[in-house]
């Protein structure tokens, strides 16, 4: 924007000067021509009436060439006196005789101004009173004479003209500055919005547009903010009314006569209780910009969470992960409830015994990966089935718990069967480390 409005100002500016500027630069010239024809005239009718008394006798004739030899001199007209017998006094403009078609004509007394082919300039004015007849002062202009000073005048044009157009140009930067910064500046309130942070308000700053801009972008960040807070209220509620029914069913547990069976079930209703009451903790926490977690990390800790049930059944499960944080773009939370999700899949609808790997690989194109891979008959039909269809008597949910966890964070989701059984790989962005800052590009304009 600020490149455009430079050049567009640039542009706009040369043409407006150039249509003020041509016509002042034809003026100037023509005015130099007029006063320096206006001086020559005045030379010339000064002589006419030096020279009058004196041509009215011929002893004056000295005094005639005395008048115009003072008259000429270095870089001023060539002024002639042209005699009735066609004689010249003073210099001779070359290439001029006497007896021409102009000095004839001003010999009838007529005064006027002569242009010659070649540029220069005649001025002729009769002297009335001469003995034999009427003489002709002719005052000769070269071209140079005639439009003397015009270069000054068109550098001085061409440096108001340059002056215009840079201050142009800096009014133009300034005001492009300007937009270009209320124009960044709301660009990284609509970031810090979109990353999470729904406490970032734009100021209105700029032109109209801009500031309308940014009073309806504070409006949407409030309104998002009044949708989300009801929206975990709504969950927190319903995650409340369940404590009823499972308080029910830990009374009932308590009532069991088998003390082993009591146990068991009662260790599940705490179990139950304990991921309602993460769900109404979750539900009421703040909403927080830029989660992440170390995919390496929830991959042991789920693992080993799920090995004891593993060996029961006995399979072989096998955890291959960096030593080093492999940080993405997902609460840890939530990573965990899709790993449980996959590995659970494998252990409720593989046969016993079949055994199964969990491996996170840090790639070296920006991503990371999680692999939960079994050796058991793969999916009926060899691909992961849609959500809400599953074969095995499940509510078929677990798989697009897994796909949504991936695809909400930016990254893929892929199930399929292969030679040894079935295979679900998630892919997700890299998150930046802890405490390294937001690499969003500016704007160009």
């Known amino acids: 924007m600020r490149r455009s409005l430079l050049i567009l100002t640039a542009a706009t500016t040369a043409l407006v000067l150039t249509a003020l500027l041509v016509p002042l630069t034809l003026l100037t010239r ?29 002893d004056e004739r000295e005094t005639a060439e005395q008048t115009v030899e003072s008259v000429n001199g270095r870089n001023l007209p060539s002024t002639s006196l042209i005699l009735a017998d066609d004689r010249v006094i003073g210099p001779r403009p070359p290439g001029v005789p006497a007896a ?3 000095v004839r004509l001003a010999r009838t007394g007529r ?3 002569y242009e010659k082919g070649s540029g220069d300039r005649l001025v002729l004015v009769p002297v009335q009173g001469a003995e034999d ?13 005639l439009y003397a000073g015009t270069l000054t005048s068109w550098l001085v044009l061409a440096g108001i003209g340059v002056g215009l157009v840079l201050i142009g140009l800096l009014l133009a930067d300034r005001l492009g500055a300007r937009l270009v910064g209320a124009t960044r500046r709301l660009a990284r309130t609509a970031d810090r919005l979109a990353a999470g942070d729904l406490t970032a308000r734009a100021t209105p700053e700029g032109p109209p547009e801009l500031r309308l801009v940014a009073g309806e972008l504070n409006r949407l960040a409030a309104r998002i903010d009044e949708l989300l807070a ?41 179990a139950l209780e304990h991921s309602v009451d993460e769900v109404i903790r979750k539900a009421r926490r703040p909403l927080r910009a830029a989660p992440r977690a170390d995919l390496a990390a929830v991959a042991g800790e789920r693992a080993a969470f799920w090995q004891p049930l593993a060996e029961d059944q006995g399979r072989a499960a096998s955890v291959a992960a960096p030593p080093d944080e492999v940080l993405v773009p997902v609460p840890a939370d939530e990573l965990a409830a899709a790993l449980d999700a996959l590995i659970g899949n494998v252990l409720d609808h593989t046969p016993q015994g079949t055994a199964y790997s969990v491996t996170v690989r840090a790639g070296a194109g920006g991503e990371a990966e999680l692999t939960v891979a079994d050796e058991g008959p793969g999916f009926p039909d060899t691909t992961a089935p849609d959500r809400g269809t599953s074969g095995a008597g499940s509510t078929g949910l677990g798989l697009d718990i897994a796909r949504r966890t991936a695809e909400e964070a930016g990254g893929r989701f892929a199930a399929a069967s292969t030679a040894d059984g079935a295979r679900v790989t998630l892919t997700f962005p890299r998150a930046r480390p802890r405490g390294t800052p937001s690499a969003r590009p500016a704007p160009t304009c």
Do not use: C
């Open 30 to 58: 023509s005015h130099a021509a007029d006063r320096a024809t206006a001086e020559a005239t005045a030379r010339a009718q000064w002589v006419a009436h030096a020279l009058g008394p004196a041509l009215a006798t011929a």
């Open 100 to 102: 021409t078609a102009p």
């Open 230 to 270: 009801a929206e975990r209220e709504n969950a927190a509620d319903l995650a409340h009314r369940l404590r009823t029914p499972v308080a029910a069913l830990r009374l009932d547990a308590e009532t069991l006569r088998d003390p082993d069976e009591a146990d068991r079930i009662a260790a599940d209703v705490a």
């Open 111 to 113: 005064a006027f101004t």
């Open 133 to 145: 007849g009427t003489a002709v002062v002719q005052v000769t202009l070269t071209k140079r004479q």
